[in-house]
Nanobody
């Protein structure tokens, strides 16, 4: 069964940091680009950050540039999202996606999510 298990979310104060992980199973993550997406209550799905399968090319939505860093470990079949200087508007459920698209196309596409996501809440 192809799936992602996202983890690392939680409650953090504004300005804090979290490091999210998504472990893939049932497929070889290294063959695909990986993207982190989020869905906040009352808002549309948003592509946050995407990374290519092998050359390290990345794409970030404007609101997270300079604060978030996407990375991957193909040997562990896992993707990561380091989130720094978190803001209340970053509050959402975060999901992983794998696709063969280029990173900009991937991050601007809507997907059906494979995992349960991980809740990130930024609040004082």
């Amino acid at each position: 069964q192809v799936q992602f298990v996202e983890s690392g979310g939680g409650l953090v104060q504004p300005g804090g940091s979290l490091n999210l992980s998504c472990a893939g199973s049932g497929f070889t993550l290294g063959h695909y680009a990986v993207g982190w997406f989020r869905r906040a209550p009352g808002k549309e799905q948003e592509g946050v950050a995407c990374i290519s399968s092998s050359d390290g090319n990345t794409y970030y939505t404007d609101s997270v540039k300079g604060r978030f860093t996407i990375s991957r470990d193909n040997a562990k079949n896992t993707g990561y999202l380091q989130m720094n200087t978190l803001k209340p508007e970053d509050t959402a459920v975060y999901y992983c996606v794998a696709d063969s698209a280029n990173v900009q196309s991937m991050c601007t596409t809507k997907y059906d999510f494979w995992g349960q996501g991980t809740q990130v809440t930024v609040s004082s």
